[in-house]
T-cell receptor
Framework: QKEVEQDPGPLSVPEGAIVSLNCTYS??????FMWYRQYSRKGPELLMY????GNKEDGRFTAQVDKSSKYISLFIRDSQPSDSATYLC??????????FGKGITLSVRP | NAGVMQNPRHLVRRRGQEARLRCSPM?????VYWYRQLPEEGLKFMVY????????ESGMPKERFSAEFPKEGPSILRIQQVVRGDSAAYFC?????????????FGPGTRLLVL
């Protein structure tokens, strides 16, 4: 079993849709949870960072963590064509190294 | 405030040559991490360094790969005697402190192609 599983893609939605991206993990040592966005041929860009169960909102983005179920989600409201990118969940514990999901490619159609 | 800088952005090497990838962390950051992204794969941790120290190299291949972060100058990821399987995007990230309180910021990557 992989440490981090991310829903496979690709995912295509119309502009304005609500997008839900999900990851599950198996290692209870993970304490910190991040979502990165990566445009084609670019480096990952940090979107959201949280360390507790519950919701964290930033503009159109909401990160949700459920430690009891080992499940994390990223919601994008009112999706825009500029949101088209690959989204990566990343988790870490005490050792500082990030463990990434495989990534899901999102395409928002105008 | 410049972000993490990596050079070269693209590197072509023939099998058996050496590849040297450089990373300059963000100003004020003293922790550097290297990750590798193989085609159709996610990002995989390779090594974590602080100035003059390797903290965690559990993701580094046992042979041909080495990394350093000297007191002065950029961090270097060195791959000796490259093989085709080394073709990948190599990303550097930096943080000012442990990731528990600070997150890692990534550079644009170096895309290595081994012919």
């Amino acid at each position: 079993q992989k440490e981090v599983e991310q829903d496979p893609g690709p995912l295509s939605v119309p502009e304005g849709a609500i997008v839900s991206l999900n990851c599950t993990y198996s290692n209870s040592a993970f304490q910190y949870f991040m979502w990165y966005r990566q445009y084609s041929r670019k480096g990952p860009e940090l979107l959201m960072y949280t360390y507790s169960s519950g919701n964290k909102e930033d503009g159109r983005f909401t990160a949700q963590v459920d430690k009891s179920s080992k499940y994390i989600s990223l919601f994008i409201r009112d999706s825009q064509p500029s949101d088209s990118a690959t989204y990566l969940c990343a988790l870490t514990g005490a050792n500082s190294k990030l463990t990434f999901g495989k990534g899901i490619t999102l395409s928002v159609r105008p | 405030n410049a972000g993490v800088m990596q050079n070269p952005r693209h590197l072509v090497r023939r099998r058996g040559q050496e590849a040297r990838l450089r990373c300059s962390p963000m100003k004020g950051h003293s922790h550097v991490y290297w990750y590798r992204q193989l085609p159709e794969e996610g990002l995989k941790f390779m090594v974590y360094l602080q100035k003059e120290n390797i903290i965690d190299e559990s993701g580094m291949p046992k042979e041909r790969f080495s990394a350093e972060f000297p007191k002065e100058g950029p961090s270097i990821l060195r791959i000796q005697q490259v093989v085709r399987g080394d073709s990948a995007a190599y990303f550097c990230a930096s943080s000012p402190r442990y990731v528990q309180t600070e997150t890692q910021y990534f550079g644009p990557g170096t895309r290595l192609l081994v012919l």
